[in-house]
Nanobody, 125 residues
Framework: QLHFVESGGGLVQPGGSLRLSCAAS????????IGWFRQAPGKEREGVSC?????YYVDHVKGRFTISRDNAKNTEYLQMNSLRPEDTGLYYC?????????????????????WGQGTQVTIAS
């Protein structure tokens, strides 16, 4: 019953910006922790950001990415600035109803019950 639809990906040059959207259905996302993750071909999935009452970021995106939500639209956003080629990947949003961005949010993927299909982000000249 719970679904995410990601959008906003595309091709941008290094130093550019993108805003990703994660539209939720079947639940009100303001009662859940929501995480953003990414995966590039041949690489393992990695956490990017998480939001509940506070926001959290992995070190290599801190200061460049901003996670936020619009409760009226039931949508999460990931604003990505100063993009680098290593930011390339398929970006997913996911939720863990019983987890509130605590320790291990960026790596304990087994706790997330619902995942979107992903949106592709490519950073290249």
């Amino acid at each position: 019953q719970l679904h995410f639809v990601e959008s906003g990906g595309g091709l941008v040059q290094p130093g550019g910006s993108l805003r990703l959207s994660c539209a939720a259905s079947g639940f009100n996302l303001n009662t859940y922790a929501i995480g953003w993750f990414r995966q590039a071909p041949g690489k393992e999935r990695e956490g990017v950001s998480c939001i509940y009452s506070n926001t959290y970021y992995v070190d290599h995106v801190k200061g460049r990415f901003t996670i936020s939500r619009d409760n009226a639209k039931n949508t999460e956003y990931l604003q990505m600035n100063s993009l680098r080629p290593e930011d390339t990947g398929l970006y997913y949003c996911a939720t863990a109803p019983g987890f509130r961005c605590g320790s291990g949010w960026s790596s304990r993927f087994e706790i997330y019950d619902y995942w979107g299909q992903g949106t592709q982000v490519t950073i290249a000249s």
